[in-house]
């Protein structure tokens, strides 16, 4: 597989199954978007992995052979996503241990895991959000230093980059909460549904048994927490050059307006999968590329 090829057919998976990444990846120059699409396809493929349909048992095994795969010294070159991804770890610094941990998050999804308390889901979104985050800034590097900087700087801008994984992460799970149900997963912690007062048992119709009020403020609750780690998370576009930061505040800026959306109305948000249309997302990538440039 022609190593051209290979990063086609990754750009190809970004843009039919990531619409919200792909805007960001646009603001990219051309190595830097197909290094990310190598990275985004193989998360992708084990993300695929986990949500599929096939018993638990096979699910956890095709997981350990894409960590297995991942760790070969040669790709198979049949496989364009392992083509394009050795050869980004050829030309960028990645971090491929991140791979690992968000395997063991999807894993965790296989097993139906759930979270009593939220340093637990924290754990959770680092595995599999703060990973990618990791990954990003091997292919990123860092403004005014050399690749990901000294020892101590490095790890400040990988703990930013874990931040806004994790602020991504909770966004997702805001918006997911019903189809998530729907297919067994809980990942709001215990705790917190027992200090709102809900369950998240739904009726014989697919709707919520809880009362809309005590729903409503459970989802601003975890609304609040994402947009702090937001703020944390957004001081790493800083330490970025200007269309890696670009890239990064429309990713970002797409997902709190998304956020935005479900704490202004979490009903709609529990009854349906929110998603903003494409002019607001490409007017979100145009003021992150402004933005960046000033």
């Not at 809900?198 to 009362?211: H, Q």
Request: hydrophobic share 40%.
């Amino acid at each position: 597989m022609d190593t051209v090829d290979a990063y086609r057919h990754c750009e190809q998976i970004v843009r039919g199954k990531a619409r919200n990444f792909s805007y960001g990846l646009r603001l990219l120059p051309t190595p830097k978007r197909r290094a990310l699409s190598a990275v985004y396809a193989f998360a992708r493929r084990i993300d695929d992995i986990a949500d599929g349909n096939g018993p638990d048992g096979q699910r956890l095994t095709d997981l350990a052979a894409a960590r297995t795969a991942l760790g070969t010294a040669r790709p198979d070159p049949e496989d364009p996503v392992l083509v394009a991804l050795h050869d980004t770890a050829l030309h960028y610094p990645l971090p491929l241990s991140a791979f690992e941990e968000l395997i063991d998050g999807c894993a965790a999804d296989v097993r139906g895991e759930t979270y009593e308390h939220f340093d637990e889901l924290l754990s959770y979104c680092r595995c599999v959000a703060g990973s990618i985050g990791r990954l990003s800034l091997g292919v990123f590097g860092t403004a005014g230093t050399d690749d990901a900087g000294d020892g101590r700087e490095a790890a400040g801008v990988a703990h930013l980059a874990d931040a806004l994984g994790v602020a991504l992460q909770i966004t997702n799970i805001l918006r997911d909460v019903r189809e998530d149900r729907l297919t067994g997963r809980t990942y709001l912690p215990a705790e917190d549904l027992r200090r709102f007062g809900c369950t998240l048992d739904i009726d014989s119709s697919g709707r919520f048994t809880d009362p809309p009020d005590r729903l409503a403020a459970l989802m601003r609750f975890e609304a609040d927490r994402a947009r702090d780690w937001f703020d944390d998370g957004m001081r790493l576009l800083t330490a970025l050059d200007v269309r890696s930061a670009a890239c990064t505040a429309a990713m970002a800026g797409i997902y709190r307006c998304l956020l935005g959306r479900i704490a202004a109305d979490p009903a709609e948000a529990l009854a349906s999968r929110l998603s903003l249309p494409p002019w607001q997302k490409a007017m979100v990538a145009a003021r992150a590329l402004a933005g960046a440039a000033r």
